[in-house]
Structures are given as C-alpha cells and as structure tokens.
C-alpha cells in the first residue's frame, strides 16, 4: 500500500513563510498528478494546488501569487506558502491520483498542522 508522507508543518507568525513536503512510500508509483488539500478547523476540505504529471499546475484563488506548488522529483511534491494569514491555519493533506499500475486509486497523506498566528 502507498502511503504519501508529509513534513513541514509548524507555527509561523502571520506574514512568514512554510515549506510543505510530500513523499511517496514506494518508488515505483506513478501518478497522475498531485496536490495539497486544506482543511481549516470545522470546515470541509478543499484543493489549495495541484501539479499533473505533464507540469500543469492550478491554485485556489485564495493562495495565488503566495503559494507555489512543485515537484523537483519524481513521486514528491512541495507547497512553497509565503505571506500566510491566519486563515492558512489549518491541516494540509497531500493527495495522489494514481496512474498505470496505481490507476483508478486515489492516496491520501496523514495531514500536517500549519497554525498561523496572527
């Protein structure tokens, strides 16, 4: 079973910066694409960013010209987040949709906490 593994999470002060990591548990998986998901306490989750596998990325409005979503490697994806607001705090997910053997199967990772203070 895949697992998607996340870092970076964290305490920052209103107006700093976090950098989120996404990695694949298996090397040979093959996606898609890959996003970042977030969830604010008592809210449902949505889509902050996505990259395909052919570089096509899109933002949610509300990140656009902060965030920066890549992946420098094969099966890992970042969340480059500057100029955070408190409305940035929240749990972070790193999705995969899976593709070739992985295809038709969707990856979740186990969520990060971002808490911005403001």
């Known amino acids: 079973q895949v697992q998607l593994v996340e870092s970076g999470g964290g305490l920052v002060q209103a107006g700093g910066s976090l950098r989120l990591s996404c990695t694949a548990s298996?090397?040979?998986?093959?996606?898609?694409?890959m996003a970042w998901y977030h969830q604010a306490p008592g809210k449902q989750r949505v889509l902050v960013a996505e990259?395909?596998?052919?570089?096509?990325i899109t933002y949610a409005d509300s990140v656009k010209g902060r965030f920066t979503i890549s992946s420098d490697a094969k099966n890992t994806v970042s969340l480059q987040m500057h100029s955070l607001k408190p409305e940035d705090t929240g749990v972070y997910y790193c999705?995969?949709?899976?593709?070739?053997?992985?295809?038709?199967?969707?990856?979740w990772g186990q969520g990060t906490q971002v808490t911005v203070s403001s």
């Open positions: 999705y995969a949709d899976g593709a070739r053997l992985y295809r038709g199967r969707n990856y």
């Open positions: 298996e090397s040979r998986f093959d996606t898609y694409l």
């Open positions: 990259i395909t596998s052919s570089g096509k």
